[in-house]
């Protein structure tokens, strides 16, 4: 056996479908160009349609197989059409990113209905709603792949954490509920904890380059994330390699989380 002929049993993702929410920016984004890149053909959700197309064009252009979908994940009928236009390209996915999350982080005092029910909608129901339309199928077939991109502020508070801390806390547990529901008929279900990565999330704590150097330092690394940094991580999970692992949040952090 070849060295690739035994890392494409471990990772290789060819004859996989992959639905990847908010896959046109950011770490979606770097994640639906790995899982494309290994050979999965890849959906991308998300509402603004020029990112989407841009990220698909680049995706064929380099010899995979992506689509796209613009999708308003905000409320639960927005989710639905969202989860039956997705299989319309390739068919039932064997691999559920949901990385499309949003910060929106009013003080505490200030938080009203509509932030609080929007960031839950986004952050936690959508998961939830794509993993009950999509689980039932993968566990049905013997294979699945749940993967949730949660955040440091589901463990700490962290620069007015409100609802989406909060959003984040419960997607570590949802992913725990599917993973006990799931993993006896091979669909694992994990979480990716990223720390401060530069994406267009962070705008406006990215342009103040003190807090950037501050938050850089409280890593190991000694840097703050990228988008590309979660790449390997999806793929291993997204793959047979991972096969014994689920329900577990794995820390794509540089070390901040243990400094
Ligand atoms: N960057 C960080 O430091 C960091 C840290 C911890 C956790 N995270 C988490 O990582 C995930 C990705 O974040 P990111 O930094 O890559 O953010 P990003 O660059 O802002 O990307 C967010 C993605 O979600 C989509 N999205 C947002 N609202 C949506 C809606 N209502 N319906 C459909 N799609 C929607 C966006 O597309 P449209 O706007 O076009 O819809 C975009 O594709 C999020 O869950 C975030 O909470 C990020």
């Known amino acids: 056996m070849t060295s690739h002929d035994y890392l494409s049993e471990l990772f290789a993702l060819d ?3 992959a639905v990847v929410t908010g896959g046109s920016s950011g770490i979606g984004r770097a994640i639906a160009g790995a899982l494309a890149r290994a050979g999965a053909s890849v959906v991308i959700v998300a509402r603004r349609e020029p990112e989407l197309a841009a ?3 680049e995706l064929t ?6 689509a796209w979908v613009s999708a308003d994940l905000s409320t639960r009928e927005g989710v639905r059409a969202a989860a039956e236009r997705a299989v319309e390209p390739f068919g039932e996915p064997d691999i559920l990113v949901n990385s499309a999350g949003i910060n929106l982080r009013p003080p505490m005092g200030e938080l009203d209905d509509e932030v609080w029910d929007t960031t839950m909608t986004v952050n936690l129901e959508a998961p939830f709603l794509l993993g009950r339309r999509f689980g039932p199928g993968m566990a049905e077939r013997g294979f699945g792949r749940i993967i949730h991109i949660s955040s440091q502020q589901a463990h700490r508070a962290f620069v007015q954490s409100g609802a989406y801390g909060v959003s984040k806390g419960a997607l570590e547990a949802l992913a725990r509920s599917q993973a006990e529901a799931w993993s006896p008929h091979g669909v694992t279900c994990n979480t990716l904890v990223p720390g ?4 267009p999330l962070n705008t406006r704590l990215s342009a103040d380059p003190e807090k ?3 938050l850089a330092a409280r890593t190991m690394i000694g840097r703050n994330g990228l988008a590309e940094d979660f790449a390997g991580a999806a793929v291993f999970l997204a793959g047979r390699a991972s096969g014994y692992v689920t329900g577990q949040a794995i820390f794509v952090d540089g070390g901040f989380s243990v400094h």
């Open 15 to 17: 004859g996989r479908v």
């Open 55 to 57: 990220t698909v064009a």
């Open 61 to 66: 252009a380099d010899g995979c197989r992506a």
């Open 196 to 199: 401060f990565v530069m994406t």
């Open 212 to 214: 950037v150097a501050a």
